[in-house]
């Protein structure tokens, strides 16, 4: 317990310099936002004049800031110039989607790469490690977009199994859901498969020439029990620090495989917004994006620690 | 804040100008080109190198080679297929598919090659400055890095590219910003690593410059983990700009990019012509593969980590047996708990097959104590290790030889048969007790995981059994041992644990490979008295495996002494300690420190163990043998028994050699 409130306590300068970072981004962006805010170059100068006030761009930078982050912290990160509706309310509702994607992916990734990470450890050279060898090389190379365009030609446009396109709610129906996230899913989830197996086969390789292993075997030890439960276990500490490291790339990833799926997640709210130029949404899902990359971060840490004795129990 | 103030006084503070210069200087240093070399000998990194090369000729010759203009559009090759007049196609504007590929190759490599080259420039000053400086400065520094790199890397990309506007200029600066934060980080741990090192310590108390120490010590040592980085980043960076031009941030159309191209052959051409996804698609994933296969090699050829080359096939925890001869016949009556006859090892590598145990045979009575001494190299352990079975299969394979144990050859067991001997027949305590327990389990799992394996048995008699093994081993507090991680126990203790794993199920045979080498003098003395008190109370017999002489007097009741894989002579510990017949036994009585025999001057063997692939002819120990005759290097010397003694000497007759003082 106490080990999680000091990853907790930790996490507090890097979200101050996440957030200064999204403020900074937009605050750097040419142009005036007073005339944006007015309505664009039709906008009266008195128009103009009283959104200079009322979006207190006189004030320093710092007061400017800490404006923005009380408010954010409140739960307002403003309106969209384009809908006026707030941003907080059109993030609370795609944050579900996005997170939904990126769980099934995950969910994607570990169902593949345990048992081929572990049958490759086991016999390294086999004909699963040659295979599987192959399977991440061509995963790495991949972008995770032209696969989902790839996943899209072949299941949904010649073989007809799936649909190109669209989402439904897991709460409405959970199987029509499934039929939507699946191709997604394995699109985002392919690469960190790949990197999760090769770690997982590299860290069972090793983990299975250690002394203590030795030790299982010479008190009698079966097969299972020595590479199944002793190898395994520790193994799997590396493979959740690289899953960890893979959780920027699921983040990211995941705007580029909603937008080819048509999937109303953060990744499409963020890319009309771009398309717009309206700043406050790009701002927020800029925020929210780094805050769902840190948390679920702060998550693989705390199951990492959990699970690995020396870092739970002090000496 | 005083504190961190002079902390910082302590390092020696540098400027980006410093750095910049210094690493001028640097890169204008000669150096050797041995390692780029050694990369293209591999198949697969040249391959790579040359597509790449490829691929950045037809870039930079496109205008050249393009046979048409890649904007030039001609509705009736709409959708063209292959041809020889549109090599790969026409789009849906009928816009020459091989040409904008050309121009497109331009795109991504001039925005690769551009962001990495700005963002390690940037990476190289900021980090050597925050590592070398040190204090206030690198703690800014790194907090910023960190900040940055909590954005998802593409999230950040489109937000900057996205709010700058789409073009390459805008692109190369979103990714520049977007990777400038890991190379720092990597540049900074390189810098703060080579800081701490006596050399530059050294060079900086001998008053060298800043700018010396740079050039010549810390930038030799960034640079290769640098250039891996670097060409990893390239590949990230393909992969980064080919999404944004996907999501049209990247060139203003109509100009090509490999990203749009895909985009326009999915939006206009899925449902009429999806062939066109491969050409963009092919494009992008061969050369993100190529420069991963290139950052692959240059890892291995740069030494930095460790080669992921995979190991051979192996068969898990079990010794293969493939016996070039016949196994000498079972003996009729034999009153030996253990008898290990003719056993030979090879281990196997590219370079062949290397006998590390040759030929040996040795017997053990119930309850006895046998010791087995050698030098590392000698095969002692490596013959310790085959009556379980437990060298590691490859590289080792037992060549020939039987080893009975009551009566049972364990050489032809299987693995079922096998484990079902260690553990209650024979156990085993290894060298290193630090590295012998699993760190992932408590004491108390171990203990009754050791038990479980072999008899079914409650949770509760397990745990009382486990309560009683750790009394017996002389652990106080047993309870709250159990509960404990091996890394909350000291070595010694750790030790303990291990043997009382070892006696779990009352083994008639104990193995101990060097069992006290890794630990503190006393907690040695400890553990040797354990051993001696638990012999006398259980009635087991002990392999006793060492290099040290002087344990052996103490515990054993007979010795054999091996070297270079062969045992040159045993006897019963006091006839050997008085009157060693072996010059190589003699050695080692020589080299023994004596308590209490001050003055007596310790000699010392010269010369080394020959290595297993080049053993001579004759006797192994001619070399360095002080009584050495022709006779020594002819032909093979046997193992002579007189009694319940033996030797391997031509000379064992005729030399009266000095025991131990």
């Known amino acids: ?315 | 804040m005083d504190e961190l103030l002079a902390h910082h006084a302590e390092n020696i503070p540098i400027t980006p100008d410093e750095a910049v210069e210094a690493a001028a200087e640097f890169a204008a240093l000669p150096r050797r080109r041995g390692a780029f070399l050694r990369l293209l000998r591999r198949p697969g990194p040249a391959v790579a190198f040359g597509y790449l090369v490829v691929i950045a000729l037809a870039a930079i010759f496109a205008p050249v080679i393009a046979p048409y203009d890649p904007n030039q559009i001609d509705v009736p090759s709409r959708f063209a297929p292959p041809s020889w007049d549109h090599l790969l196609g026409a789009d849906d504007l009928g816009r020459d598919l091989f040409s904008r590929l050309l121009y497109g190759a331009r795109v991504s490599l001039t925005v690769s090659v551009a962001v990495i080259v700005i963002a390690t420039v940037v990476a190289l000053v900021v980090g050597l400055v925050a590592g070398y400086s040190g204090g206030a400065v690198d703690n800014v520094i790194m907090r910023v890095a960190d900040g940055g790199l909590s954005f998802p890397p593409l999230v950040l990309a489109l937000a900057v590219a996205g709010i700058l506007g789409p073009g390459v200029v805008n692109v190369i600066a979103a990714l520049s910003i977007v990777f400038v934060f890991g190379l720092t980080r990597l540049v900074r741990g390189t810098a703060l690593v080579v800081r701490e090192e006596p050399f530059v310590e050294a060079s900086r108390a001998a008053g060298s410059r800043t700018r010396r120490i740079l050039v010549h010590r810390v930038f030799p040592n960034i640079r290769s983990p640098l250039i891996i980085a670097a060409t990893f980043g390239i590949a990230g960076v393909l992969l980064a700009e080919a999404g944004l031009s996907y999501l049209g941030l990247g060139p203003r159309p109509p100009a090509a990019s490999w990203g749009n191209m895909l985009r326009n052959a999915y939006d206009r051409g899925l449902y009429k012509a999806s062939w066109q996804l491969f050409v963009p698609g092919l494009a992008i994933a061969f050369t993100i593969y190529a420069f991963n296969v290139l950052g692959d090699g240059l890892r291995d050829v740069l030494g930095v980590g460790r080669s992921r080359r995979a190991k051979r096939r192996e068969r898990r925890g079990m010794t293969t047996v493939e016996r070039v001869r016949t196994p000498p016949a079972a003996p009729t009556s034999d009153d030996a708990l253990l008898r290990i006859e003719d056993l030979s090892v090879e281990f196997v590598s590219e370079r062949g097959a290397s006998r590390v145990v040759e030929g040996v045979s040795l017997a053990i009575r119930p309850g006895e104590t046998v010791g087995l001494v050698g030098e590392s190299g000698s095969g002692k352990t490596v013959t310790s290790l085959s009556v379980m079975r437990l060298v590691p299969s490859p590289p080792g394979r037992i060549v020939s030889g039987a080893i009975r144990f009551e009566g049972r050859n364990l050489l032809d067991l299987d693995f079922e048969a096998m484990r079902e001997v260690r553990g209650t027949g024979i156990s085993m305590v290894f060298q290193d007790p630090m590295t012998s327990l699993d760190p992932s389990f408590t004491i108390g799992s171990q203990l009754a995981e050791a038990q479980r394996l072999h008899r079914k048995v409650s949770r509760s008699a397990a745990r009382a059994r486990s309560i009683e093994l750790l009394d017996l081993v002389g652990i106080p507090a047993p309870e709250t041992r159990l509960r404990q991680y091996p890394h909350q126990l000291s070595g010694g203790l750790r030790q303990r644990v291990v043997i009382a794993m070892a006696l779990a199920n009352e083994p008639r045979l104990l193995i101990a490979d060097e069992p006290t080498t890794a630990l503190d003098v006393t907690v040695q003395a400890q553990i040797l008295d354990l051993l001696k008190r638990l012999q006398r109370e259980l009635g087991m017999a002990i392999l006793f495996v060492t290099h040290d002489l002087g344990v052996i007097a103490d515990l054993c009741d007979r010795v054999a002494v091996m070297y270079a894989g062969q045992i040159v002579e045993e006897a019963a510990v006091e006839e050997l300690f008085a009157h060693p017949r072996h010059p190589y036994t003699a050695g080692l009585l020589g080299a023994m420190p004596q308590v209490g025999g001050a003055g007596e001057r310790l000699t010392v063997i010269p010369g080394q163990v020959p290595m297993a692939h080049a053993m001579p002819g004759g006797c192994r120990f001619a070399d360095r043998c002080a009584f050495v005759t022709d006779a020594c290097r002819s032909g093979r010397i046997d193992l002579v028994a007189t009694g319940a003694a033996a030797v391997r000497c031509v000379r064992a007759g005729e030399l009266t050699l000095q025991g131990a003082r």
Request: aromatic share 6%.
């Open chain 1, 1 to 315: 317990m106490r080990l999680v409130v000091r990853r907790l306590v930790a996490v507090v300068p890097t979200l101050l310099i996440v957030t200064f970072g999204v403020f900074l981004m937009v605050k750097l962006v040419p142009g005036d936002p007073a005339v944006n805010a007015a309505g664009g170059l039709s906008a009266t100068p008195e128009a103009i004049a009283q959104a200079r006030v009322d979006l207190h761009l006189d004030d320093s930078f710092f007061s400017q800031y800490g404006r923005w982050l009380g408010n954010a912290v409140q739960g307002d990160l403003g309106e969209s110039y384009q809908s006026r509706t707030s941003v907080v309310d059109d993030l609370a509702k795609r944050v579900p989607v996005t997170l939904s994607l990126i769980v099934a992916a995950t969910l994607f990734a570990v169902l593949l790469a345990v048992p081929l990470g572990v049958l490759s450890g086991l016999r390294p050279n086999g004909g699963v490690d040659q295979g599987s060898r192959v399977f991440s090389s061509l995963a790495i190379a991949v972008p995770n977009f032209l696969l989902a365009l790839i996943l899209v030609l072949v299941f949904a446009v010649r073989l007809g199994w799936l649909p190109p396109s669209g989402y439904t709610k897991f709460g409405d129906s959970p199987a029509e859901w499934l039929k939507f996230i699946v191709l997604p899913a394995i699109a985002l989830g392919v690469a960190v498969s790949a990197a999760l197996m090769r770690q997982l086969r590299a860290a069972l390789v090793d983990e299975l020439d250690t002394n203590h292993i030795r030790t299982a075997w010479a008190i009698g030890g079966s097969r299972r029990r020595v590479v199944g439960i002793h190898g395994l276990k520790n193994a799997s500490s590396p493979a959740i620090t690289i899953l960890g490291l893979q959780v920027a790339a699921l983040v990211g990833g995941a705007v580029l495989v909603e937008q080819i799926f048509a999937i109303p997640g953060l990744g499409t709210y963020m890319l009309g917004a771009i398309t717009q130029a309206d700043l406050p949404v790009i701002q927020g899902c800029v925020l929210v994006l780094a805050l769902v990359q840190i948390v679920l971060s702060l998550a693989v840490d705390i199951t990492y620690a959990l699970i690995n004795p020396k870092v739970r129990v002090a000496t």
